[in-house]
T-cell receptor, first 111, second 117 residues
Framework: DAKTTQPTSMDCAEGRAANLPCNHSTISGNEYVYWYRQIHSQGPQYIIHGLKNNETNEMASLIITEDRKSSTLILPHATLRDTAVYYCIVRVAHAGNMLTFGGGTRLMVKP | GAVVSQHPSRVICKSGTSVKIECRSLDFQATTMFWYRQFPKKSLMLMATSNEGSKATYEQGVEKDKFLINHASLTLSTLTVTSAHPEDSSFYIC?????????????FGPGTRLTVL
């Protein structure tokens, strides 16, 4: 699976949009982009995933560049409960294929 | 989303004892379950992939005789840490994927914090 690069940490003001970037320049055509987050001492929580089109759900939006070499996760109105480590993962969508976690971005939402 | 539970949430044991951790998919059938370990301030590291009815596949460096995995049904996988030592103290997390479609997301359990004294 392709490797991803994310900033180590980011701050965001409560109520503002949080934009978390991810570089995956070696992504291949059959690899999806997944985003998970992990709140302290809890298991990771699925947020969103996509292949090439932008995606939106009740939690976030995923913007994937046209060349697919990078993506941005957008939390439109960050709250204090969004403070967590956010992981960007690319993987081939095979049934038995596991998720490989990198370092992630530690997002701190501040009042 | 689908729910995955783990039991116990916390366990403290003496060195040399064995500890069993259960992972259950509560509202879906999981053909494949995964076990991860996470040390403080570190990312999740995959330990093994568990397929229902067959032997688990362990990642390099993970001792299969020490970390016994059983996936006896489509809703239950267990991880047994045998002869636990203080260095096995960690946060153990399982995940499960619904069905056989590779595009479906994995759902994670809340984790089990193991402390070996």
């Amino acid at each position: 699976d392709a490797k991803t690069t994310q900033p180590t940490s980011m701050d965001c003001a409560e109520g503002r949009a949080a934009n978390l970037p991810c570089n995956h320049s070696t992504i291949s055509g059959n690899e999806y982009v997944y985003w998970y987050r992990q709140i302290h001492s809890q298991g990771p929580q699925y947020i969103i995933h996509g292949l090439k089109n932008n995606e939106t759900n009740e939690m976030a939006s995923l913007i994937i560049t046209e060349d697919r070499k990078s993506s941005t996760l957008i939390l439109p109105h960050a709250t204090l409960r969004d403070t967590a480590v956010y992981y960007c993962i690319v993987r081939v969508a095979h049934a038995g294929n596991m998720l490989t976690f990198g370092g992630g971005t530690r997002l701190m939402v501040k009042p | 989303g689908a729910v995955v539970s783990q039991h116990p949430s916390r366990v403290i044991c003496k060195s040399g004892t064995s500890v069993k951790i259960e992972c259950r998919s509560l509202d879906f059938q999981a053909t494949t379950m995964f076990w991860y370990r996470q040390f403080p301030k570190k990312s999740l590291m995959l330990m093994a992939t568990s397929n229902e009815g067959s032997k688990a596949t362990y990642e390099q460096g993970v001792e299969k005789d020490k970390f016994l995995i059983n996936h006896a049904s489509l809703t239950l996988s267990t991880l047994t840490v045998t002869s636990a030592h203080p260095e096995d103290s960690s946060f153990y997390i399982c995940s499960a994927r619904e069905g056989t479609s590779g595009t479906q997301e994995q759902f994670f359990g809340p984790g089990t914090r193991l402390t070996v004294l």
